[in-house]
């Protein structure tokens, strides 16, 4: 069964830092993308970084750009999320997302509406306060 398992997510003011976690299982997690993506009430998804498979090249959205670090651990098959000075306009539901097209990576990050992974984790909330 494929499992992918988000957490760290919470409660933190703005200005703060938090690390969220991918754990997968099911699948040959070196084989794969990682993409974490989030949705805040009444808005659209929002890409917002991925890591390739291939040579760890990474990628951002421009919303947190300078503020986000993706990284990924093959031998524990979890990818991460690093986001520091958090504003309170990154409140939303985070979600990681696992893909075997690396192609896909890079477009997916700048129009969420392409983001046709393969597996979805259900997501974590991430609420920031001011």
């Known amino acids: 069964e494929v499992q992918l398992v988000e957490s760290g997510g919470g409660l933190v003011q703005a200005g703060g830092s938090l690390r969220l976690s991918c754990a997968t299982s099911g699948f040959i997690f070196d084989d794969y993308i990682i993409a974490w993506f989030r949705q805040a009430p009444g808005k659209g998804r929002e890409g917002v970084a991925g890591i390739s498979n291939m040579n760890n090249s990474t990628y951002y959205g421009k919303s947190v750009e300078g503020r986000a670090i993706i990284s990924r651990d093959s031998a524990k098959k979890t990818a991460y999320l690093q986001m520091h000075n958090l504003k309170p306009e990154d409140t939303a539901v985070y979600f990681c997302?696992?893909?075997?097209?690396?192609?896909?990576?890079?477009?997916?990050?700048?129009?969420?509406?392409?983001?046709?992974?393969?597996?979805w984790g259900q997501g974590t909330q991430v609420t920031v306060s001011s």
């Open positions: 997302a696992a893909d075997p097209n690396s192609l896909l990576l890079r477009p997916s990050l700048l129009r969420p509406a392409l983001a046709q992974y393969t597996y």
